[in-house]
Every structure is written in C-alpha cells, then in structure tokens.
C-alpha cells in the first residue's frame, strides 16, 4: 500500500548493496583447498567465529587470522584466500546512486550484520559510505538482526517512526525482524527493481534534469 510518510530508507549491504554476482571465484578456491561447496562461507560469515566476529566479541583480524590457522594457510595463501573469497563480489553501483538521489529529501541508512571493517569497506573498497545519513553495524552494536534492538536503534538516531521507515533486505528473517517492530520492508530478490518498488511506497527520488 502507498504512503507519502517515508521519511527513511534503509538498506542491508551484504546481498543487497553487495552482491556475489560471481560464484566462480569462490567455487574454485573450495575446490583448490578441497572444501566442499559452500563451506568458505561457513568459515567466514556462517560458522561460529563468523556469528562471533558480527557479533563485536572477536575482531575481523582475529577471525582471519582464525582462518588461516584453520586452513594451514602462510600469509600470501591467507590474501589469496581473501582476494578468491570476494572476487565475485560486486557494488550495485547504480543502486548506490539511486540512493544518493534519495537525499536530502529522505535520510538514507544502513543496518548491517557486519564485522567491525565494514566502514573501511564501504569508504575505501566499495565507496559508497557517503551515499548513506547513518551506517550502523552489528559489530559496534553487539546485536544482530534480527533482534529487535538494532532496528528500533537505528530509528531512534534517525528521529523516524518505525510506519516512516522501509527497510530493504534479502534474508526473510531480517525482513521479518524489521516488519515485527513495525516497518515497512521490502524482501529483496536478484534482480527487483528496487526503486520501482519504493516507488509503490510512494517513495520516489527527484527526476534527473
């Protein structure tokens, strides 16, 4: 249903903002270090050293150092490790942009399942840090989504109402967590429209001359 009340446009980064539009990379370096499918990502997001790195309770250094013990790997084969794990990794660089055309009409944010180096990738990898009003990380906030908690911090720093903000995810649960604290929520899946959809909220971002 349209509303013209979003004063608040929030975006999940990992599968939304950032995507692994290339599975080779990742699939090649399992299979050079004989992983099963699927299992670098259990290492490094997944697994408990991941859940406890997004958490804060462990640094992203401590949890890459944990893997390359893990994995008997020296230095170089840990960046190797890390330059195959994101290599399909892309920034939607026009969604990006969409956001910036977002503001200052509406604050624009970020609520990420992180670790504590997300700031440093959004600023330095994958600029795109200026584009957002509010960048709040599970690692500095000691809470994952989908707890209530870190949506309903979020909307406070922002000054909204949980009915003036949309959040913008690809996991059911998160998109869950948001609508259970009141948001608007938009499941993200490969390939949507995502301003097509806001749009539908009667969110829309000012026509380019």
């Given amino acids: 249903m349209a509303t013209d009340k979003i004063r608040a446009v929030i975006f999940d980064v990992g599968g939304v903002l950032i995507r692994t539009d290339d599975p080779r990379p990742r699939a090649e370096l399992e299979r050079r270090l004989g992983l099963a499918p699927g299992a670098a990502e259990e290492l490094v997001f997944n697994g408990e050293m991941g859940t406890r790195a997004q958490l804060g309770e462990i640094s992203a250094g401590e949890l890459w150092r944990w893997v390359q013990q893990r994995l008997g790997l020296d230095d170089a084969g840990l960046e190797e490790f890390r330059r195959a794990f994101f290599g399909g990794d892309r920034l939607d660089v026009e969604l990006v942009n969409y956001v910036r055309a977002l503001r200052p009409r509406r604050q624009t944010a970020i609520i ?22 509010l960048i709040v990380c599970s690692a500095e ?16 720093r922002l000054g909204v109402a949980p009915d003036e903000a949309v959040f913008v995810d690809d996991a059911a649960r998160n998109i869950a967590g948001a609508r259970a604290v009141g948001m608007h929520a938009l499941h993200y899946m490969p390939g949507m429209d995502v301003p097509g ?11 380019r001359a």
């Fill in 112 to 133: 990420s399942n992180a670790m504590d180096s997300l700031r440093t990738q959004l600023t330095t990898d994958d600029p795109a840090a200026d584009a957002f009003d």
């Fill in 141 to 156: 906030e000691r809470v994952m989504k989908p707890d209530a908690a870190i949506y309903e911090r979020t909307l406070a």
């Fill in 197 to 207: 959809e806001l749009a539908r909220l009667g969110v829309n971002a000012p026509a």
